[in-house]
């Protein structure tokens, strides 16, 4: 009993440092041009170039399987520095539309929702939170403005709305030491 615990113990040791060592001797790195042209890209994993997220048009940018034209939410500032990072010219956007269209933010009406979970379904970063038979809400931190959600809500109560500076820039305010009389005292050193 003991011989055949030592034996099997000896084995996992061995395939172990085999595997480690493998490892370590033939790790093959990541195509650094991918992950530059992925760092461009605005990362909203919209899937309005073709493919299912950023990464994916990035390797086919970096194998020149498509042009720098086709992401809407990069616009053409994007697509000049993908231009730029591959010495190629720049291109005219595949979509006009998406030169003139402001960054936006998908806000749920919530008097209007039935809670049917398919705009869940179609957000590919989970910005989107509720339950079946629910109300919904989306994460403002976590939309990207990929307008997803639009077309499967049956009763269309998703509306996109422009992001302004100021909003995009804004923090929750810290309250006034004054308005308090306990964080007064804290902020003139008593308790």
């Known amino acids: 009993m003991f011989a055949a615990v030592a034996a099997i113990a000896l084995l996992a040791l061995t395939f172990g440092l085999l595997l480690g060592y493998s490892a370590i001797r033939f790790r093959v790195e990541g195509d650094p041009i991918v992950d530059n042209i992925d ?11 073709g493919f299912a997220g950023c990464r ?41 539309e998406a030169v003139a269209k402001p960054k936006a933010l998908a806000v749920i009406n919530e008097q209007e929702c039935i809670g049917c ?40 109560c998703i509306d996109m709305v ?6 995009e820039n804004w923090k929750w305010p810290l309250p006034v030491a004054n308005d308090n009389p306990n964080l007064a005292a804290e902020a003139a050193g008593g308790s």
């Open 39 to 49: 760092a461009l890209l605005p990362q909203t994993q919209c899937g309005q170039c």
């Open 56 to 96: 994916p048009y990035a390797e086919a940018i970096a194998t020149e399987e498509v042009d720098i034209n086709l992401c809407p939410p990069g616009g053409e500032t994007t697509m000049i520095a993908l231009a730029d990072l591959l010495g190629k010219d720049p291109v005219p956007l595949d979509d006009t």
């Open 117 to 156: 979970t398919l705009c869940i379904q179609a957000c590919p970063v989970d910005a989107i939170v509720g339950a079946a038979k629910q109300m919904h809400t989306v994460i403002a931190d976590h939309c990207t403005g990929c307008e997803l959600c639009l077309p499967p809500c049956p009763v269309e």
């Open 162 to 167: 422009p992001i302004t500076v100021a909003m």
